[in-house]
Nanobody, 125 residues
Framework: QLQLVESGGGLVQPGGSLRLSCAAS????????IGWFRQAPGKEREGVSC????????MYADSVKGRFTISRDNAENTVTLQMNSLKPEDTAIYYC??????????????????WGQGTQVTVSS
C-alpha cells in the first residue's frame, strides 16, 4: 500500500524559499501521478501543482506559476516542490497525494486517492 510523507515545511519570511519533499514507500512511485495541494484555515483544499508519472506533464495553479516548480525523481521515489518568492497568502498546510492514473487528468483533489499527513508552511515577517 502506497504511503506518502511530506517534509520541508516551516516558517519563512515573505520573499523567501522553501523546498517541500514527498517521499513514498510501499509502492513504486513511477506508477502514479503526484500532486501538491494546500489548505488554509477556513478555505477549501486546492491544487497547487501536479506532475504525471514520467514527469513529462506538469500543471500549476495560476497563483503559483513562475514561483513554484514541481519535479520528481522516480529512482529515489520522491517528488519535490520548490517554492520561491513566497507570499503570506501561500500560508497553508501542504499535502502531497497520488493518483493511480499515470496520466495527468487534472490537478483536483477528487482525482487523488492516497494522501500524506501534510506539512505546515507559514509565510510571515
Amino acid at each position: 500500500q502506497l504511503q506518502l510523507v511530506e517534509s520541508g515545511g516551516g516558517l519563512v519570511q515573505p520573499g523567501g524559499s522553501l523546498r517541500l519533499s514527498c517521499a513514498a514507500s510501499g509502492s513504486t512511485l513511477n506508477r502514479y501521478t503526484i500532486g501538491w495541494f494546500r489548505q488554509a484555515p477556513g478555505k477549501e483544499r486546492e491544487g497547487v501543482s501536479c506532475i504525471s508519472s514520467t514527469g513529462g506533464t506538469t500543471m500549476y495553479a495560476d497563483s503559483v506559476k513562475g514561483r513554484f516548480t514541481i519535479s520528481r525523481d522516480n529512482a529515489e521515489n520522491t517528488v519535490t516542490l520548490q517554492m520561491n518568492s513566497l507570499k503570506p497568502e501561500d500560508t497553508a498546510i501542504y499535502y502531497c497525494a497520488a493518483d493511480g492514473s499515470k496520466y495527468l487528468r487534472g490537478c483536483r483533489p477528487g482525482n487523488f486517492d492516497s494522501w500524506g499527513q501534510g506539512t505546515q508552511v507559514t509565510v510571515s515577517s
